[in-house]
């Protein structure tokens, strides 16, 4: 039930967070912005460390494989991404847009088992449930 409850709040914030990134950018720059955000980030992340973890930066370097750390490389170009589908279709729009892009590349990603993921078999309903989605999403734009 927790994870539900954090999952729910986590697609709170991002909508709140493309918002706020939009409106932002539109007083400075969709790079300025996005650097502020991302540096933000790091002082909040820096903070909590600070407060609770405490573990050693040098773990990093052993995390294989490599590529695995390009997470916050493509976080810059997740907000960009969202500042420009916010501005161009409105916040309704792109969250939804946004949501069943994340939920086809997760399928995908575990249809394969990708990036370490453990693979899982192929399932009619989810397939079902994400055409249903994107039928809303089709419902949603035209009315």
């Not at 409850?5 to 709140?16: Q, V």
């Not at 847009?97 to 453990?118: H, K, P, R, S, T």
């Not at 039928?135 to 009315?143: C, L, R, S």
Request: aromatic letters at 12%; glycine letters at 10%.
């Amino acid at each position: 039930m927790f994870g539900f409850l954090i999952a729910l709040l986590s697609g709170a914030l991002m909508s709140i967070q493309g918002v706020f990134n939009t409106q932002v950018t539109k007083a400075s720059g969709i790079w300025v912005a996005n650097a502020f955000v991302q540096f933000t980030a790091l002082l909040v992340c820096l903070a909590a460390w600070l407060v609770t973890d405490r573990s050693s930066f040098t773990t990093l370097w052993k995390v294989e494989p490599k590529y695995m750390l390009l997470g916050g490389a493509i976080g810059a170009f997740i907000t960009y991404t969202v500042i420009k589908s916010m501005e161009m279709l409105g916040p309704a729009r792109a969250v939804m847009l946004i949501v069943i892009a994340q939920l086809i590349v997760a399928y995908v990603i575990e249809l394969f088992g990708m990036f370490g993921v453990e693979k899982q078999p192929l399932e009619i309903r989810k397939i079902v449930g994400m055409g249903v989605a994107i039928a809303g999403i089709v419902i949603f734009k035209w009315t």
